[in-house]
């Protein structure tokens, strides 16, 4: 449900909003970068709040929040010539600060708030078998994320950019709004459980010592670990560069020759693959030291990143998909996983908060970074080479890190 402020839920409305708007590519990703830097910069406090209004409120104001924010960006080209009506401004100024405001909103509840508190509650609920659950839920998370540009399209073109933007802010706004007051909970406790519904067994994986025994980092407590900081700017640099190509993989699939659809089918093999990883990464966590998983999907984010920017040969394609689809299954099941296993449960949602703005952040700069290349050298690929540097800095990173709990 959080799709439609993900940039695989926007990617494909660029083209759609670049035509209503006028705006050229390079300031609709200015407009997204601002949108979602600022966003990112109120995640911290958005994760407080979680800490203490509970994982309930939370999930249905989100909702509602990004249901309303769909149904404004559906109308933002017209927005604009009312306020160019009554402001003498140029158009193209007022277009993007509207859509500056929409992104914004879009970025914070959709790839924000809504995210952060599914991933927390589990984080919340689970511990010997934390790793089993989000591999199970990384399924739907993984195969819906990497299908959703292809839906999403087919979608866009038999009704239009409008009408399904309105429709997804009703399925979200009032079908996750109902869902999460339905089902949402902040703890076990708050319904008489306990996690594992044994608080005495000790776990066994590598990493955790059972709940009763885990220590509760505070948030600057975490934030000065090494640990914190590897498995974020793994993430981070995830988020980055897949941003980036997500947002611009029609026009990265023309400049290889690829059409349109043919750009966008690149995510159903990726969608498989990263299912099938995902749900792998999950039975793994629970038994293997999440060091070693994080090093796989670095050395797999380094494949992708890297072949991406060679999409028109065969073999380089192929690698991509491989590339990206293992190291997008691993994301979801890992993001989930590390934090609460590492850190402990009581301040999870404030620590959550900083790695979700780092994540946020790094996803608003991946469009503008190679759109920046694109407008000063004529190409994509400069960019993605430079971005095959950051699985070498996280990898090492990684290597010297251990976790806090040991």
Same mark, same amino acid.
């Given at each position: 449900?959080?799709?439609?402020? *993900?940039?695989?839920?926007? !990617?494909?409305?660029?083209?759609?909003?670049?035509?209503?708007?006028?705006?050229?590519?390079?300031?609709?990703?200015?407009?997204?970068?601002?949108?979602?830097?600022?966003?990112?910069?109120?995640?911290?406090?958005?994760? %407080?709040?979680?800490?203490?209004?509970?994982?309930?409120?939370?999930?249905?104001?989100? @909702?509602?929040?990004?249901?309303?924010?769909?149904?404004?960006?559906?109308?933002?080209?017209?927005?604009?010539?009312?306020?160019?009506?009554?402001?003498?401004?140029?158009? @193209?100024?007022?277009?993007?600060?509207?859509?500056?405001?929409?992104?914004? @909103?879009? /970025?914070?509840?959709?790839?924000?708030?809504?995210?952060?508190?599914?991933?927390?509650?589990?984080?919340?609920?689970?511990?010997?078998?934390?790793?089993?659950? !989000?591999?199970?839920?990384?399924?739907?998370?993984?195969?819906?994320? =990497?299908?959703? +540009?292809?839906?999403?399209?087919?979608?866009?073109?038999?009704?239009?950019? /409008?009408?399904?933007?309105?429709?997804?802010?009703?399925?979200?706004?009032?079908?996750?709004?109902? #869902?999460?007051?339905?089902?949402? $909970?902040?703890?076990?406790?708050?319904?008489?459980?306990?996690?594992?519904?044994?608080?005495?067994? +000790?776990?066994?994986?590598?990493?955790?010592?059972?709940?009763?025994?885990?220590?509760?980092?505070?948030? @600057?407590?975490?934030?000065?670990? $090494?640990?914190?900081?590897?498995?974020?700017?793994?993430?981070?640099?995830?988020?980055?560069?897949?941003?980036?190509?997500?947002?611009?993989?029609?026009?990265?699939?023309?400049?290889?020759?690829?059409? *349109?659809?043919?750009? %966008?089918?690149?995510?159903?093999?990726?969608?498989?693959?990263?299912?099938? %990883?995902?749900? =792998?990464?999950?039975?793994?966590?629970?038994?293997? =030291?999440?060091?070693?998983?994080?090093?796989?999907?670095?050395?797999?984010?380094?494949?992708?990143?890297?072949?991406?920017?060679?999409?028109?040969?065969?073999?380089? $394609?192929?690698?991509?998909?491989?590339?990206?689809?293992?190291?997008?299954?691993?994301?979801?099941?890992?993001?989930?996983?590390?934090?609460?296993?590492?850190?402990? /449960?009581?301040?999870?949602?404030?620590?959550?908060?900083?790695?979700?703005?780092?994540?946020?952040?790094?996803?608003?700069?991946?469009? =503008?970074?190679?759109?920046?290349?694109?407008?000063?050298?004529?190409?994509?690929?400069?960019?993605?080479?430079?971005?095959?540097?950051? +699985? #070498?800095?996280?990898?090492?990173?990684?290597?010297?890190?251990?976790?806090?709990?040991?």
């Amino acid at each position: 449900m959080s799709i439609p402020g *993900q940039t695989v839920g926007v !990617s494909v409305f660029t083209d759609h909003l670049l035509q209503a708007t006028g705006v050229s590519r390079l300031e609709l990703s200015n407009a997204y970068l601002v949108g979602t830097l600022t966003s990112g910069l109120l995640l911290p406090m958005g994760g %407080v709040l979680l800490d203490r209004f509970g994982a309930r409120v939370i999930v249905v104001g989100s @909702s509602l929040w990004l249901g309303g924010t769909l149904c404004y960006l559906s109308l933002c080209d017209r927005i604009a010539i009312v306020v160019n009506s009554i402001l003498p401004l140029d158009h @193209s100024v007022i277009a993007l600060v509207i859509l500056g405001l929409g992104f914004t @909103s879009l /970025r914070f509840s959709g790839q924000g708030m809504l995210t952060m508190t599914s991933r927390t509650t589990l984080g919340k609920w689970f511990d010997r078998r934390r790793g089993f659950v !989000s591999g199970t839920t990384g399924v739907f998370v993984s195969f819906s994320f =990497s299908i959703a +540009p292809l839906i999403l399209s087919t979608w866009i073109n038999s009704f239009g950019w /409008r009408y399904t933007w309105v429709t997804m802010a009703a399925i979200v706004g009032i079908g996750m709004g109902f #869902v999460g007051w339905l089902f949402y $909970r902040d703890n076990p406790e708050e319904c008489g459980l306990i996690m594992d519904g044994d608080a005495t067994t +000790p776990a066994t994986t590598g990493d955790t010592f059972g709940e009763n025994k885990i220590r509760d980092f505070t948030r @600057s407590q975490a934030l000065r670990t $090494r640990i914190f900081w590897a498995v974020t700017l793994t993430l981070s640099s995830h988020a980055l560069v897949v941003t980036g190509i997500t947002f611009h993989i029609v026009d990265i699939g023309a400049e290889a020759g690829l059409s *349109q659809i043919q750009a %966008v089918s690149l995510f159903l093999p990726m969608a498989i693959l990263s299912t099938i %990883v995902g749900y =792998s990464m999950g039975l793994s966590a629970d038994r293997v =030291s999440l060091k070693y998983l994080f090093l796989f999907m670095i050395v797999f984010q380094a494949i992708g990143f890297t072949c991406a920017a060679n999409l028109g040969i065969g073999w380089l $394609r192929g690698l991509t998909i491989v590339g990206l689809g293992a190291s997008g299954g691993c994301f979801s099941t890992l993001s989930t996983v590390a934090l609460p296993r590492f850190f402990g /449960r009581m301040h999870l949602g404030a620590i959550a908060g900083v790695q979700m703005m780092s994540m946020v952040c790094a996803s608003a700069i991946g469009p =503008s970074f190679l759109a920046v290349f694109k407008d000063q050298l004529g190409s994509y690929q400069p960019g993605l080479y430079t971005c095959a540097i950051l +699985p #070498v800095i996280t990898l090492i990173l990684t290597l010297f890190s251990h976790n806090p709990q040991q």
